[in-house]
């Protein structure tokens, strides 16, 4: 009603500007997993736990054997737009997967989060956060590492929980998203357990850590996640033009399939999922694949941080390129080029 007396203009309490913000970092279970596994990998951690119950909508726990964060700074990892992960400088550094300083703030105003912590030399300590009221930093027992625990997603938004979709698919999200997660990161051994009917669970996906040069370690991580016929069934692409690198799979076009099933992109190690590298896609396979059919990939571009903005949609994964024309030209000639010269060599084979 705009007769109504005009009402003074406020600043938000934090804990709502938190619960705003939460509706841009977590949509589902499956964001969650996201924000706390790249927390983890920002951690410098080797291995990465997942246990989820009820598709995520119970219990999310992440344990990684990274750095850890000192006592004294835990109730800071729950504040918003705290971080570590910038000094200013390197604000729009991608190379750190996550730095806007609101995951966790985020997640502990829509659920029930306790966070468990130790750095090498100290002792363990956890915090714990529900609807945005934070507690008492606690001494804890754990050997090494963090353990994030989430309980109870959206329990006081209940608009928020109707929204969520069956405990399966909800599953089915996390699956997807630890699989991509996995991809960004060969050098990290990871599981999944779904422990819904309590005690250990079941592993629902596990993968090794590895050593070994790194794209023969990429190459060995694709295999187990997309499956070794993509490997076998894939060129090899490496490419790089004014400071973008782009390398990876491609699907041999024999290899393509009706629907879009395996097309992976990671930007600087992170997970994307982007119009315009999709569009380069098409445009790169439009010689060799008739438009109902769908190629594979997993393609790894790499870029000065400063030259691509992660940050439009901090959960949706949207990409922003300072330059879009010098990545999609480099991603359609790379392709072109690595997918002719297959052919090529299949020609000259069937021709001797
Ligand atoms: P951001 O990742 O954008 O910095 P978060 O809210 O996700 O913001 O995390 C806040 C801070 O908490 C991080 O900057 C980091 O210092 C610390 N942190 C979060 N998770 C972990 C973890 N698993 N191991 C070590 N430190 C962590
Ligand atoms: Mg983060």
Known sequence: NISAPRRPIRQLDDAS????????????????????????????????????ADGGKTLIRVTDDGQGIPAEELPLALSRHATSKTDGAD???????????????????VARLTITSRVQGAEAHSLHV?????GA??????????????RDLFHATPAR???????????????????????????????????????????????ERQGGDLISVRDARLAAIIGRDFVQ????????????????????PTYSRGAAVAQFFFINGRPVRDKLLIGALRGAYADFLSRDRHPAVALFIDCPPERVD??????????????PGVVRGLIISALKHALAEAGHRASSTVGA
């Not at 964001?31 to 989820?52: C, F, H, P, Q, Y």
């Not at 699956?175 to 357990?193: C, F, H, Q, S, Y």
């Not at 992660?310 to 330059?323: D, L, Q, S, W």
Request: hydrophobic fraction near 45%; charged fraction near 25%.
């Open 310 to 323: 992660v940050n439009v949609h901090p959960a949706k994964a949207e990409v922003r390129f300072r330059e």
């Open 233 to 252: 069934n894939a060129v090899t692409v490496e490419a790089e033009r004014d400071g973008v690198r782009v390398s990876g799979l491609a699907g041999l």
């Open 137 to 150: 930093v606690k001494p804890a027992a754990l050997t090494r590492g963090t353990v994030v625990e989430v």
């Open 91 to 109: 604000l729009f550094n991608i190379r750190y997967l996550g730095f806007r300083g609101e995951a966790l703030p985020s997640i502990g105003s």
């Open 161 to 207: 929980l109707k929204f969520l979709r069956s405990d399966r698919a909800e599953v089915q999200a996390i699956n997807d998203m630890v699989k991509r997660l996995a991809m960004a990161a060969p050098e990290i051994g990871m599981t999944l357990r779904d422990v819904s009917g309590g005690g250990e669970g079941r592993v629902t996906f596990s993968v």
């Open 17 to 52: 500007a938190n619960r705003i913000a939460a509706g841009e970092v977590v949509e589902r279970p499956s964001s969650v997993v996201k924000e706390l596994v790249e927390n983890a990998m920002d951690a410098g951690a080797t291995r990465i736990d997942i246990a989820i």
């Open 130 to 134: 529900s609807g945005g009221q934070i």
